[in-house]
């Protein structure tokens, strides 16, 4: 009778962002651990992990939110709970509050969230609706790419997360979602806004509708060019096709927590009612 013996992976512990890439160079099968929240789900779902593990906590440069002029950094290694303390944004506030128990965002990661793009996490699409810029690196050196880009494109072989980078936005800006109840954990669909008068110009992030989050660039050209940007309001048609679009953009799939035809639908009420939301409070405070 032969007994099968548990292998015990490798741990690798880099203490900066160019050890790390040199590691991943060295041992590409790594799994790159933030702070590994996923890593312990799936362990006690019985799922093998790899022959390697490369932990990022102790890359100090990873770590921490800082403001520079009118922009904010977020380092990849900040934890969920740290991110908001920052109060960086009221969306991601929301957001936040709405992914985890306490116990969870003091572990997990801004990195770990949307490295590997899973459509269910939460910050990919709010960092879609901030405008934000992902910094990450590899063996060749750095890169900076659009959120859209990110989402798009996802990490290289031997890439690492390394900032999210915000630029300067103003007005209104919300996040919402439907879920499989009424506390903290991962979405069914969601959607990220922010409507910004200083830049007249809007953004959005749809999550749970797609392989990936997803932006919606036809929804956002319709909403920025109905609204008065000088009046500060636009029409219930315009909501209500903002709505459309923003289904007409999702891609939605239907598994074991929801349809597709119930995602899609839920985007177009979400949509609809974000706008009458901005509506209202330009006009009633």
């Keep these: ?96 509050r709405s992914l985890a128990t306490p116990q969870i965002r003091n572990r997990a990661t801004v990195g770990g969230n949307i490295a590997d793009r899973r459509p269910a996490h939460t910050l990919s699409p709010c ?29 290289a072989g031997g890439e690492i997360v390394v900032s999210v980078i915000l630029p300067e936005r103003s007005g209104f800006q919300r996040y919402t979602r439907v879920a499989p109840r009424n506390g903290p954990g991962y979405a069914i669909a969601s959607v990220a806004v922010s ?34 940007w000088d009046a500060q309001t636009t029409t219930d048609a315009a909501a209500a096709e903002y709505g459309r679009l923003l289904a007409e953009a999702s891609n939605p799939v239907t598994d074991d927590r929801s349809t597709a035809t119930y995602r899609r639908h839920a985007v177009t009420v979400m949509g609809r009612r974000l706008v009458e939301a901005w509506t209202e409070e330009q006009h009633h405070g």
């Excluded at 490369?54 to 800082?66: A, E, K, R």
């Excluded at 750095?142 to 990490?155: A, K, N, P, Y």
């Excluded at 409507?195 to 920025?224: E, N």
């Design 1 to 96: 009778m032969t007994t099968a013996v548990a292998h015990t992976p490798r741990v690798l512990r880099p203490t900066t962002i160019k050890e790390a890439t040199g590691a991943l160079a060295v041992h590409p099968g790594a799994r790159v651990v933030g702070g590994g929240t996923l890593v312990v789900a799936e362990r006690s779902r019985g799922i093998d992990g790899p022959a390697s593990y490369l932990l990022l906590s102790g890359i100090v440069d990873l770590s921490g939110v800082s403001r520079d002029g009118g922009g904010v950094r977020i380092g990849a290694q900040t934890t969920l709970r740290d991110l908001l303390d920052a109060e960086v944004s009221p969306l991601l506030d929301v957001a936040l």
């Design 127 to 155: 960092f879609l609706a901030l405008d934000a810029a992902v910094e990450s690196a590899g063996a060749g050196g750095t890169r900076r790419r659009s959120m859209r880009e990110f989402v798009s494109e996802g990490l």
């Design 195 to 228: 409507i910004d008068p200083t830049a007249r110009s809007v953004r959005t992030g749809l999550g749970g509708v797609g392989d990936s989050a997803l932006a919606a660039p036809a929804a956002d050209d319709f909403l920025t060019a109905a609204i008065d």
